[in-house]
């Protein structure tokens, strides 16, 4: 309501008439509330169950920042490649799977070495999905609007990660579902969050092209 009557908002109102681009902040924060959860389901596991110190929590997960920097690399080669909507399906496809190895791993109450695929796929889920959105929610804004579009999915990511671990992680953990496995709670609840966003992001129309669309 403030923007609306400002003379020079900081996100101007029209910048939510690009179907696109809001549907890639959408996605965007589906899959990172699913990304956050994952990690503190990590820890809560590593540390909690399995009785690791936080230092070897942490040598636990380096794999996942090693994956993390490879895809960095390597999905923006695939973008061009690919599209930014195969990208970003795949990074969705393979949160789901990281999610559900994480469920198998904690429910059988296997070792920390266990975790390890779950958080390649993590990785792979980050490198692909937010990549793919990244490049949806930038394309078709003009020179001086590309700070605002690049800084509405920032917040979008991190509303989302914030979001989806209060409510997954909290419903999961919760006393009243204290008979049911939590992690496996807060997982399926993930899964679901990231159904929403495969469907989400199977909807986006990118433009044709950068000058088809601004915005303003």
Known sequence: MVERRAANPLVPLRFFRSRPRVLANLATALLSAALSTSFLLFTYYLQDQLGLSPLEADLTMLPLAVALIAASVFVPQLLGRWGAQVCTLAGIGF??????????????????????????????????????????????????????????????DQLGGSTGTTLYVGIGFAPALADIDPFLTSSLLAVAGLTAAGVVAWRIAMPASPSEETVG
């Not at 390649?120 to 003009?142: D, E, H, W």
């Not at 609007?145 to 999915?153: K, N, P, R, V």
């Open 95 to 156: 949160t789901v799977l990281a999610m559900a190895s994480l469920a198998l791993a904690t429910h059988l109450e296997a070792n920390a070495l266990a975790m390890i695929p779950a958080m390649l796929l993590i990785a792979a889920g980050m490198g692909f999905g937010l990549v793919g959105l990244q490049y949806t929610a930038v394309t078709g804004v003009t020179e001086n609007d590309a700070g605002i579009a690049s800084g509405i999915q920032r917040a979008a």
